[in-house]
């Protein structure tokens, strides 16, 4: 079968299994089958697609109608312009939590600092920063232990070990060092919540990495106490939150003895990330 008619085949599957980024899925699924850029079917749209690689290509558009996310599907998720392994034990990267690095890469330009990643799943947040801050090191630390494998990896890859560490820890329990940054991007959806995300979530991503209880703020109101005595005089604390949860986060906050420095909205103008000083 040509490559043409082999992604539009399978777009059109994923279409009529109520699919929405349908042409996207099928082209990065079969790019990723084949090794090669998603450009390379802009003019090669008439070459002929080998046995071997639609058996392939049609388990994992199977998959996909079955809801799984393609990141987990090929095994990967571009974030801060690097691809960055994930699996079922690591959240998939979201672009809005790229706007927690770009605040805190602009605060700490051309400085060399020690950062604190808590719950850093496949360490993409961590592992970004370091690679902008290149005089800088860090610590991630997550309760899964498969989490940690996979961020340890992932840094293994982006040739950063010599500057990470990734170590299982409860946050309530970690009382190592001293940082200039703490980062963090709990779980914040409220329990109550968790059945009205897609299928994709739910079925798939780690409920433990979304799941922040009650009012969402179980494990947000963990971070900045723990953060408290974790950050050095005037370190920051960069963390991202939920929808609508602004105000009680930044209440927290003051509570904890924090100066808010700087929020950043979503494009539908969410506040998504607060970054405080320890005043």
């Not at 997550?142 to 950063?160: M, V």
């Not at 963990?222 to 408290?228: D, E, F, G, L, R």
């Not at 604390?237 to 949860?245: D, R, T």
Request: glycine content about 6%; some cysteine.
């Amino acid at each position: 079968m040509i490559l043409e008619k082999t992604i539009k085949q399978a777009s059109q599957l994923l279409k009529n299994n109520n699919i929405v980024s349908h042409e996207l899925d099928a082209e990065v699924i079969l790019s990723n089958i084949m090794g090669v850029t998603r450009d390379f079917f802009i003019s090669n749209n008439h070459i002929k697609v080998s046995e071997r690689t639609i058996k392939k290509f049609s388990l994992a558009i199977n998959r996909r109608i079955k809801r799984e996310p393609v990141a987990y599907i090929i095994g990967k998720r571009e974030f801060w312009n690097q691809n960055f392994i994930v699996n079922q034990a690591t959240l998939v990267p979201r672009p809005e939590t790229e706007l927690l690095i770009y605040k805190v890469v602009d605060f700490f330009k051309n400085k060399k600092i020690n950062v604190l990643d808590i719950g850093t799943g496949s360490g993409c947040i961590l592992l970004s920063i370091l690679e902008e801050l290149n005089l800088s090191r860090g610590v991630g630390i997550d309760i899964s232990t498969k989490a940690i494998k996979t961020a340890q990896i992932n840094s293994k890859n982006l040739n950063l070990s010599h500057r990470s560490k990734f170590k299982v820890f409860d946050i309530s329990r970690f009382n190592v060092g001293k940082y200039d940054l703490v980062v963090s991007n709990p779980p914040y959806i409220p329990s109550k919540d968790i059945k009205n995300l897609s299928k994709d979530i739910t079925n798939y991503e780690p409920l433990i990495a979304l799941n922040g209880g009650l009012d969402g703020l179980d494990l947000i109101k963990k971070v900045i106490y723990k953060s408290n005595s974790l950050l050095k005089k005037n370190g920051l604390l960069a963390i991202e939150i939920g929808f609508n949860q602004y105000l009680k986060v930044s209440s927290l906050l003051r509570r904890y003895g924090f100066k808010e420095m700087s929020r950043q909205c979503d494009y539908r103008r969410n506040v998504r990330c607060i970054i405080s000083t320890k005043v």
